[in-house]
């Protein structure tokens, strides 16, 4: 059959509450980064991008951190809501390659 | 709404018989992916069309197949399923040079292989 699947990081959150999701990235010459969620049975959505000459980016509700000394990426969500529950994954893009995806995380909203 | 449009949603096959997922995009780009996801792993792509330009990751196996008849339609054929198969399938499209350069997903067919 399948093999045993991995467990998925997971955070918990109160409704309400900010949400702060990480990622570490694998190649220093990734020039492009974006934010994915993915609900249970659906294909990932796009969140947010941000390209390596920038350190910060925010959308509606979310804010992007790139921090490339450490290749780290992290996701925040303001005032998180119960529709915020899903799988979040990170990736990386080096010269318009293909997406590397990272490990992913669950987010678990508590009404 | 232009979008990415996966069939079947749910395929069950049995072991060793041929089995093929489709397709299809209503965005007009240019390059599809398909990829495996498995229960709480990422998505692994198996291959991708650049047009017409077939490009297998080296690491896919050569039981998975694909093709492109048109801009609009991608097929994956898995000749031999094997219990290991059992999966989501993802298809994706992307169109170099838009912006976010982002690829879109489609809902993805759910695999299994008894």
């Known amino acids: 059959g399948e093999s045993v699947g991995l467990h998925l990081p997971t955070l918990s959150v109160q409704e309400g509450d900010n949400s702060i999701i990480n990622c570490a990235y694998s190649?220093?010459?990734?020039?492009?980064f974006i934010w994915y969620k993915q609900e249970s049975g659906k294909g990932p959505q796009f969140i947010i991008d941000?390209?390596?000459?920038?350190d910060k980016r925010q959308g509606q509700r979310v804010t992007v951190l790139l921090n490339k000394t450490v290749k780290h990426l992290s996701l925040q969500i303001a005032a998180t809501q119960p529709g915020d529950s899903a799988v979040y994954f990170c990736?990386?893009?080096?010269?318009?390659?293909?997406?590397?995806f990272g490990q992913g995380t669950e987010l678990s909203v508590k009404p | 709404d232009a979008m990415v449009i996966q069939n079947p949603r749910y395929q069950v096959t049995q072991f060793g018989k041929p089995v093929t997922l489709s397709c299809s995009q209503t965005?007009?780009?240019?390059?599809m992916y398909w990829y495996q996801q498995k229960s709480s792993q990422a998505p692994k792509l198996l291959f991708h069309?650049?047009?017409?330009?077939?490009?297998n990751e080296a690491d896919t196996p050569d039981n998975f197949q694909s093709r492109r008849p048109n801009t609009s339609f991608c097929f994956l054929d898995i000749r031999s399923p094997g219990l290991g198969d059992t999966a989501m399938y993802l298809c994706a499209t992307a169109e170099p040079g838009l912006s976010p350069d982002t690829q879109y997903f489609g809902p993805g067919t759910r695999l299994t292989v008894l």
């Open positions: 941000i390209r390596s000459n920038m």
């Open positions: 069309y650049y047009d017409k330009d077939f490009n």
């Open positions: 965005l007009n780009h240019n390059v």
């Open positions: 190649n220093s010459a990734s020039d492009y």
């Open positions: 990736a990386e893009k080096y010269k318009g390659g293909k997406l590397i």
